[in-house]
């Protein structure tokens, strides 16, 4: 698993709200708006956080935790702080945007950080070849955006036979690229 | 019934299916219906506005402009006034906005900070200001050590356009923007539509998304 050194990342409520659920939960992977912004310090997401987490948690536990199910939505929890919605997948789940949950899990990345008064904070998400071919995977208006957000902050950093072996299609693959050239 | 080689060009880019990247080859000429040398014609005018980004065979575009066809005259400052944006930053945080604010008269804030203010739906990133003199205030902030660049976090914006009512130039800009501002524009318009004149049509589970993550908040 690749580790990324203490970074200082811009106060943001959204990586605030990703270390108190890290605290809460222990072991998830961030996906969608907050692994964007630690893989690229930038924050311009809604007020929700998605997140795997690793381990076989029940509703049970999560409600012992705070976590409620708010209203529908399929996987939107409320937290005890109330300040951010948060989209909570299993380990059970098959995939999440065409890629399967274990391999998000198992390829993810960690991120250090310094938070409140000099403390360390570990965060995990997911990494950025993942994360890139997931993004193209949805293809929602935010979701371009965001692939665009990682082509400006972190095209050098792409490893682009991982992205191949993922999408294990050439067309996706040019694609993908093409898209991030632009 | 006429109808113009533009409004021909915006017709062939609305007819393409959601993709986020077209080729020329196999999407745009055949959604043309017209001769190779036409859709680069059409190529050329959609990239003139602003709404189609590319190099060589492959581009992208703006789907929130193209999914808003009746709006597109209203649109078109809002477009050309982004297509003429200049990037700044110095620190490249928060400094550079708290900077900006404190030292330059600026005529209106658009996009992240103002649909932050309007509806606190979703963080701020950029500080977007429309200003009188874009010049002037470009060479003021060189003058204190920030660089214009691809990456700056103040980006100036020449006045194109209306801005008799705030919060349409302000939900309009959100759309000519599109990306994650086009949840803005869908927050304005959910929670300001009584003080909107024109209006957007947008995707129906994406404003249910937008309507479920709206914090009640008091409206001024």
Known sequence: MISHNIKKYRHSPLLNEAIEVTNDLGSVTFIGAAAVFLHTNKDRGSQDLDFIIDYDATDEQLQEKRYIKYNDRRNGYTTKRKTIFVDIYKNTNADISGIPTKTIINTAERFEINAKRGRINELKAANLEVLIVMKYNARRNQDIEDLETLASYSRRKIDWNQIKSITNDDYHYSRIRALMHI | MYITKQELALLSAQRLDTKP????KDDFVPSTFKSKRTAYRYRKYL????VLKGKRGNFKLNTSVISQLHLIQNLLPSIKSLKNARKFGRNYNEKDIKFFKKNIVYQLI???YKAWELTKYQNPSDLYAYVKDIDEVANYL???KFKEGKKGRVILLPMIG???NEIQRVYLDCIAKGGRSTQDAIAINLLFWEKLVYKGHF??????IVQDNLKPIDIP
Do not use: P
């Open chain 2, 47 to 50: 990239e003139s506005i602003g």
């Open chain 2, 203 to 208: 995707n129906i589970e994406e404003v249910k």
């Open chain 2, 142 to 144: 060189k003058d204190n």
């Open chain 2, 162 to 164: 209306d801005f008799s």
């Open chain 2, 110 to 112: 658009t996009l992240d």
């Open chain 2, 21 to 24: 990247v077209y080729s020329m």
